[in-house]
């Protein structure tokens, strides 16, 4: 299991809570030393073009620092997608986050669709012709559900549940299915935590997801499976979140 991080998501690059101080480092502390960290290259232009419109990306330019980071989430999320094409599991442990940016606009802390631009990228290069996007973030993914509007080559499965187990449960039905796919996706926010936004999943509820999106990867695409961070706001809990996640994946 690799961990993709950059030392520039440290920074605050904006006001909102997804780039507020203090919150990597809580992660990194809780990930100790004991998953090997990889640092990302930025996204292209061409990279970013495969989900968003040029005017998206001009806009997002418009503020540096934003779109220094930005490009590097991105980066993030696509070097977590070929280790998993490679068969290593990845987390891109990355911010902002992505799963609020459309084509050609974004909204809630997020400016491009991390997941999604990694998503497409292999799909272009001949590489996967279906995958599977499992977002837990307490939000619905509008922008990963736009970037892939009409797409049956792409399954978005945003579970919801009015429990822990419930919620599990749910995702568990979805991947028992018996659907096919190449690769298995996950944005990964932890604003459903009973300490966070949402106030209904436990911590060892996340290992429980990382363990069935191992389970299932093994059984349906070789394994291929990566996540990338997006929501998860309380920093006193976040970081052993990331870790119980990271742990069942592994
Ligand atoms: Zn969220």
Redesign the pocket.
């Known amino acids: 299991m690799k961990v993709i991080f950059h030392e520039r998501f440290y920074e605050v690059y904006t006001a909102d809570p997804a780039a507020a101080a203090g919150r990597m480092e809580a992660i990194v502390a809780a990930l100790g030393k004991d998953f090997e960290f990889k640092t990302p290259l930025a996204a292209s232009d061409k990279d970013l073009g495969l989900i968003h419109t040029p005017r998206h990306i001009e806009s997002v330019k418009r503020d540096k620092e934003v779109y220094e980071v930005a490009v590097l989430s991105a980066g993030g999320a696509i070097q977590a997608s070929d280790l998993a094409w490679e068969g290593e599991p990845a987390f891109g442990l990355i911010r902002p986050?992505g799963h609020h940016a459309s084509p050609d606009s974004c909204w809630?802390f997020c400016y491009f669709n991390n997941i999604s631009v990694a998503v497409q990228r292999l799909m272009k290069q001949g590489k996967v012709n279906k995958a599977l996007i499992l977002d837990f973030?307490?939000?619905f993914g509008d922008g990963t559900e736009n970037s892939f509007f009409g797409n049956s080559s792409v399954d978005y499965f945003h579970p919801e549940g009015s429990s822990g187990q419930e919620f599990v449960r749910t995702i568990q039905r979805h991947l028992d299915r018996g659907s096919k796919f190449d690769i298995l996706a996950v944005s990964a926010?932890f604003?459903r935590h009973v300490e966070d936004?949402g106030g209904l999943l436990e911590t060892q509820d996340y290992r429980e997801i990382g363990s069935l999106v191992k389970i299932y990867s093994q059984k349906i695409c070789q394994g291929r499976r990566f996540g990338v961070l997006?929501?998860?706001y309380n920093h006193e809990v976040l970081g052993h979140n990331v870790r119980a996640f990271i742990e069942g994946m592994a």
């Open positions: 986050p809630g973030d307490l939000h926010g604003d936004w997006e929501g998860g």
